[in-house]
């Protein structure tokens, strides 16, 4: 491993692949803290790769991961969509993103509701060797439970109730490809089982067959849940939670990266002018000013939501509040999600002063002693039991994110301290 660093200096912008001989995670680690931009070990897959490093190469149009191919903080996503990074959290992201991608693993993104999970989901499968392969979308809360092993599996004939013809299921439709599991912690935990087995073995049978299929599908998974608690509860398998956590990445809600705000607006504004055939609308000053401000507990999926009824009314019907159907007379949220005082009153403004100094000192607090909350519970001379709540009052625990660094990178990407149910350490 001693040469891929020597490469890496020799060449910045050089891509390096790592062949291994079979899927060694700490050999992983390793290559990646050296430099490497990808590490394989399934023949396929390095066939791909390969192939598709050459004619870059040959073109000329490799560029190195460390650089973003953006404009204006907006990548485009083949297939639709796009990926805004004009806050640092996501610029962060961005990166961490690029460099885990060519890593043929599975990943969990965890975030609340409306983050953009999908996204970044997305944005893994563009980036890697299954990039021109399929890639699938699986809601385990939207699917009933009985239906579900189905959809994932397939079935046979007749293996049960309906069945008149054999149909393939996603893991076979998605062979060479990527898999998105959303709300995976949505999931039976007798299917959890069985996807269990699938995820370490490949190999899988239809419902009413007795013959074995193999696949090659990177899954990647994504909850809103807090997947601790569901260990805790036993709502959640604590083995497939370090099956499909090799890389965990968590997306902060949009009232922490208000920065991106302004350009995921205005990016919907165009979009939708376009699809909906209404005339474009500019924004004032006094309605930017609100919808910066406001907390959007809803994140990304609100702001398009809002966006859609403003093209559609205009400011005349929402310029008070950017959510008609938010909080108490849609005045934006503060840090506790309270909203019964009106906007002129100096309490409710004084509540809004301490709460955000409050969260902030906190906050640095646990940056300072690098998240170990009993030391930062000490630091801020409070007990641990109230630090722990603040935490869950100002939502800190899903906004954490360390920097991804040679010393944290075996402990926070690869999931190795372990996880053990009810800890609240």
């Known amino acids: 491993m001693d040469c891929v660093a020597l490469f890496r200096q020799a060449g910045p912008s050089s891509r390096i692949i790592v062949l291994l001989p079979e899927n060694q995670a700490d050999l992983v680690v390793k290559a990646v803290r050296m430099g490497a931009d990808a590490c394989l070990w399934n023949s396929d897959d ?3 790769l390969l192939h598709g490093a050459l004619e870059e190469c040959l073109t000329g149009s490799f560029e190195s991961s460390s650089r973003l191919e953006t404009a204006g903080g907006v990548e485009e996503l083949n297939g639709g969509g796009f990926f805004v990074m004009a806050s640092p ?5 961005r990166a961490q993103v690029g460099q885990v991608a060519k890593i043929d693993v599975p990943v969990l993104i965890l975030g609340e509701s409306g983050t953009g999970k999908e996204v970044i989901a997305k944005l893994v499968h563009n980036l890697s060797p299954r990039a021109l392969r399929p890639f699938l979308k699986v809601n385990c809360a939207a699917i009933p439970a009985e239906l579900l092993e189905s959809e994932l599996f397939g079935h046979e004939r007749g293996a049960f109730t309906g069945a008149v013809r054999s149909k393939p299921g996603k893991f076979e439709a998605c062979n060479h490809g990527t898999l998105f599991l959303d709300e995976i912690a949505e999931m039976p935990p007798a ?6 087995h699938v995820l370490q073995d490949q190999e899988f049978s239809r419902l009413g067959s007795c013959s074995r299929l193999k696949v090659n599908v990177r899954v990647l998974a994504a909850t809103n849940v807090n997947i601790k608690e569901a260990i805790a509860t036993k709502t959640f398998r604590e083995d497939l939670y370090y099956r499909i956590s090799t890389f965990v990445f968590s997306i902060p809600p949009l009232r922490y990266r208000r ?3 302004p350009v995921l607006l205005s990016r919907y504004l165009e979009h939708h002018a376009d699809r909906l055939h209404l005339p474009a609308r500019t924004i004032s000053n006094e309605l930017w000013e609100r919808c910066l401000s406001y ?3 809803g994140n990304v999926r609100e702001l398009e939501n809002f966006a859609k009824r403003y093209l559609i009314c ?3 019907e929402i310029a008070v509040h950017p959510a008609s159907h938010g909080p108490k007379n849609g005045f934006p949220q503060g840090l506790t999600g309270e909203a019964d005082s009106a906007p002129g009153d100096f309490k409710f403004h004084m509540r809004e002063v301490r709460n955000t100094a409050e969260a902030s000192a906190i906050s640095l607090a646990l940056e300072q002693t690098n998240w170990n909350r009993k030391q930062a519970a000490k630091l801020l001379t409070i007990s641990y039991k109230s630090l722990l709540t603040k935490i869950r009052q100002y939502r800190l625990d899903q906004t954490y994110q360390k920097p991804l660094t040679e010393y ?7 999931n190795y301290v372990p996880l053990r149910a009810g800890s609240s350490d």
């Open 295 to 297: 907390d959007w507990p």
């Open 408 to 414: 944290n990178l075996k402990e926070e990407i690869f």
């Open 89 to 93: 959290a996501m610029r962060k992201l």
């Open 259 to 261: 920065d991106d705000i």
């Open 191 to 196: 299917l959890q089982a069985k996807l269990l």
């Open 314 to 316: 205009g400011e005349d």
């Open 46 to 48: 390095q066939q791909a």
